[in-house]
Each structure stands twice: as structure tokens, then as C-alpha cells.
């Protein structure tokens, strides 16, 4: 079946917007920031930046971790019975290209769940806060994303709570979610310190977009729209320009399908 000329010009668009997006991702940008023409001796108004910073509002803390009652401890998918899927993010890499994939996420109207990295926080702070200006949802990917699978109980708490840690401190909570980190599907003993540490549930996925092998923008997309059905969960990774260039594609598709990308709390609610 043919996509509609609407389908066809909006995927178009969004391909153009891909190619702006990563040349602006791998290049910093500069700002000409002229004052208008005053008479002589007028005041200078305040700014709006300088009026925020006179009165400072302290931000929200972030969503805690929710209990979802009749699901498993460990989650891969949403319920099949309505057009939503959750597209979630590994939270590493250039800071450049995740705020770009935030930026095509929101153009389209879709929000996303960035599974963070402890120690890629502690070098980029700054992400935690507009990960969640931007509608988006925030969870925990271990302090150092090592094989968390090998490691023994102590080992493997710290690895949680350490990220933990980071998130109540930049967000004043622990993040809505925990995936473990070099693995698709957490063991018992994983999922039993992930509760002990405040996440009643583990959150995995039903596809993999493999986008972090480097396989091309066009294989990403394939791997995802092959896959993807009402309520999958998606595994996607910030820092790698493959994803950036098949975002607005993929989205596109979703659109095409009626599929809403929502953040995995939603996805479940």
C-alpha cells in the first residue's frame, strides 16, 4: 500500500531535518546578539534572564519510581491493546547528539525514556535537567554500564545505587526506572537489588534497533519497524549519528502506523 502524498512530504521533510540535525550535532554554533537602537540616555531594560536570576525558582523534583500492579518484576512490553510504544534511550555518549535526538523527538511530538549512565551524569550534569524539560522521562543504567550480570551482590548494589545516587542529587529522585547495564534481561539477583534500591520493577525491551553496532541509519530503522507492535518497548542509544539520521525517519513511520511514542510510565499507566 502506497503512503499518502501527506505521509510522503512529511517523511521527506523530516529526512531533510536529519541531515541539519547532525551537521548541527557535530558543530558548534555561535549567536549574534545585537542590541536594538536606544535615545540617548534611555535605561537599559532588565533582561529576561537577568530577572530569572534575581528570583530563582528551585525545579521539581523529578518523578519517583512507580509500582505497576499484575506486571512482572521485569517489563519488555506495554499492554497490546492501544497504538503507544516507548522508545528508550542508553544515556552515554556526545552530549551534541543526545540533545539533538531529544530535539527530533520533540518536533514530532514524542517523548522518550533516557536510561542514564552514573559517571556520563557526573561529566554532563546539565542533561539530567533537560532530559526532563523536555517531557521526557529519566531512569538509572548503573554507575558505570560494566557487565553488571558478572559481578557479585555487593559489587552489583553499588553499581545501582551509585547511579541512584547521582539522579536524587541532580534530580532530587531516583529516576522512574532501571535497566541493567550490558544486558537485555536482568538475572533474580539483579532484580532483587533493584528492588532493594527503590525500583519495584526492571524495565527491559521487546526490540532492538542494534543501532549500537553502527549498521547504517536505514538497517536502524529496519530493525525497529520490523519489530515494533502496540505497547513494544525499544532499545535505542544516544552517540551514534545512525540514530540521529534514522530518528525522523523512524518517526515518521510511527506516525504512518498511528503509533504514539510515549515514555514507558505512560506506555503502562
Same mark, same amino acid.
Given at each position: 500500500?502506497? #503512503?499518502?502524498?501527506?505521509?510522503? +512530504? ?11 540535525a ?12 545585537? %542590541?536594538?537602537?536606544r ?12 530577572a ?8 521539581? &523534583? ?9 506486571? &512482572? ?5 506495554? &499492554? #497490546? ?7 528508550? /534511550?542508553?544515556?552515554?555518549? %556526545? ?6 535526538? *531529544? ?29 526532563? %524539560? ?8 548503573? *554507575? ?7 559481578? +557479585? ?24 526506572? /532501571? ?6 534481561y ?13 525500583? #519495584? ?9 542494534? %543501532? /549500537?553496532?553502527? &549498521? ?10 520490523g ?10 542509544? /544516544? ?8 530518528? #525522523?525517519v ?20
Amino acid at each position: 500500500m502506497n #503512503p499518502s502524498p501527506r505521509a510522503v +512530504d512529511r517523511r521527506s521533510a523530516l529526512r531533510a531535518g536529519a541531515g541539519a540535525a547532525i551537521a548541527g550535532a557535530l558543530t558548534a554554533g555561535c549567536s549574534d546578539d545585537r %542590541d536594538g537602537h536606544r535615545p540617548a540616555g534611555s535605561p537599559t531594560p532588565p533582561s529576561a534572564s537577568a530577572a530569572a536570576a534575581a528570583h530563582p525558582q528551585a525545579p521539581r &523534583p523529578a518523578p519517583a519510581p512507580r509500582s505497576f500492579p499484575g506486571q &512482572p518484576v521485569q517489563i519488555s512490553s506495554g &499492554p #497490546p491493546g492501544r497504538p503507544q510504544v516507548a522508545l528508550t /534511550f542508553h544515556g552515554q555518549g %556526545d552530549p551534541k547528539i543526545a540533545t539533538t535526538l *531529544l530535539g527530533e523527538a520533540e518536533k514530532a511530538g514524542a517523548r522518550v525514556t533516557v536510561l542514564a549512565v552514573g559517571t556520563w551524569l557526573d561529566e554532563q550534569p546539565a542533561m539530567a535537567r533537560r532530559i526532563l %524539560d523536555g517531557g521526557h522521562e529519566l531512569g538509572n543504567h548503573t *554507575l558505570h554500564h560494566t557487565d553488571i550480570s558478572a559481578m +557479585d551482590e555487593s559489587e552489583a548494589y553499588a553499581e545501582i545505587t551509585g547511579c541512584a545516587d547521582r539522579l536524587r542529587r541532580l534530580t532530587g529522585s531516583i529516576g522512574t526506572w /532501571f535497566r541493567p547495564s550490558r544486558t537485555q534481561y536482568a538475572t533474580p539477583l539483579v532484580q532483587k537489588l533493584a528492588r532493594r534500591a527503590g525500583y #519495584p520493577h526492571v524495565l527491559s525491551y521487546d526490540v532492538d534497533s542494534l %543501532d /549500537f553496532t553502527s &549498521p547504517g541509519a536505514s538497517a536502524v530503522t529496519r530493525n525497529v519497524t520490523g519489530q515494533i507492535r502496540n505497547g513494544s518497548v525499544v532499545s535505542l542509544h /544516544f552517540g551514534y549519528a545512525d540514530t540521529v539520521a534514522a530518528l #525522523p525517519v523512524l518517526l515518521a513511520e510511527l506516525e504512518r502506523r498511528r503509533l504514539r511514542a510515549v515514555t514507558t510510565t505512560e506506555l503502562l499507566t
